[in-house]
C-alpha cells in the first residue's frame, strides 16, 4: 500500500502519515475539507484560482 507521506513530506506528520493514494483517489482520506462551492472563499474557489495548491493542501487538518 502507497502512502501519500512517501511524495509530500509534510504528511509524515499526525496522522496524516496514515493516507493512502488509495484514500485520496476514494475522496476517503479524512482531511478537512469544504465542498462549498457557492462561497467565494471556500477551499475550492481557492484551489481553482489560488496561486499555492501545494501550501493549501498541506495546511489541511
Same mark, same amino acid.
Given at each position: ?5 512517501? *511524495? ?19 475522496? &476517503? ?12 472563499? &471556500?477551499?475550492?474557489?481557492? &484551489? *481553482? ?9 498541506? &495546511?489541511?487538518?
Amino acid at each position: 500500500m502507497s502512502r501519500f507521506a512517501n *511524495y509530500i513530506p509534510e504528511f509524515k506528520e499526525c496522522n496524516k502519515h496514515n493516507i493512502t493514494i488509495k484514500h485520496l483517489l476514494m475522496m &476517503s482520506s479524512g482531511l478537512d475539507w469544504d465542498e462549498g462551492y457557492a462561497s467565494l472563499f &471556500s477551499p475550492v474557489t481557492e &484551489s *481553482y484560482y489560488g496561486k499555492d495548491l501545494y501550501k493549501q493542501i498541506t &495546511s489541511l487538518k
